[in-house]
């Protein structure tokens, strides 16, 4: 695809409010991005909400995991491969009725995504499980927090489920390496 990136098109004007790190990143994309990282991984304590991480492909637990993220369009697509350790992580993303969908193996999550000087923030308005829509007292949520400083960004990110609590969360710092 030619043009401006996923992320840009999603964001409009308020793109260019994050810092740069971030917007260089996003802008690359259509070439090929990638980052490096650590983060620390932590799973809920609940035995349901661990087996609910497993099924949905999350990354295991532990501290002072490597990170490796390559970012690749794939026509109006995003793919975003990551690797966490020796776990492997792959997702979609594209714009639908003005909102980032990511699909997750049989998940498809819907965001709202508002973006400033600091960076982005996310958050999972809708969830499906193998194209059903899942309703909201059940459904899965995502917060995502991704902060940017001069060379690198910090990422927050928290998976939760209704009753559950804490499904999956991680935090760490990514710096671009293209």
Not at 84 to 93: I, M, N, Y
Request: glycine share 12%.
């Amino acid at each position: 695809m030619t043009g401006p990136c996923l992320y840009r098109r999603l964001l409009g004007s308020d793109f260019d409010r994050m810092p740069e790190v971030l917007r260089r990143f996003h802008d690359s994309v259509g070439g090929g991005a990638s980052a490096t990282g650590v983060v620390r991984v932590r799973r809920g304590s609940r035995a349901l909400a661990r087996a609910l991480a497993r099924t949905l492909r999350l990354p295991p637990e532990g501290d002072g995991v490597a990170v490796m993220l390559r970012v690749t369009e794939v026509a109006e697509h995003e793919r975003w491969e990551r690797t966490f350790g020796s776990w492997r992580w792959e997702t979609r993303q594209w714009l639908e009725g003005g909102r980032l969908i990511e699909r997750m193996g049989a998940a498809k999550f819907v965001f709202d995504i508002a973006a400033d000087e600091r960076g982005m923030r996310f958050r999972s308005v809708r969830v499906a499980w193998l194209g059903v829509p899942v309703p909201r007292g059940i459904a899965v949520e995502v917060e995502g927090n991704v902060r940017g400083f001069d060379t690198e960004w910090e990422i927050a990110v928290v998976v939760r489920a209704p009753r559950l609590g804490v499904i999956t969360s991680y935090e760490g710092r990514i710096t671009p390496t293209s």
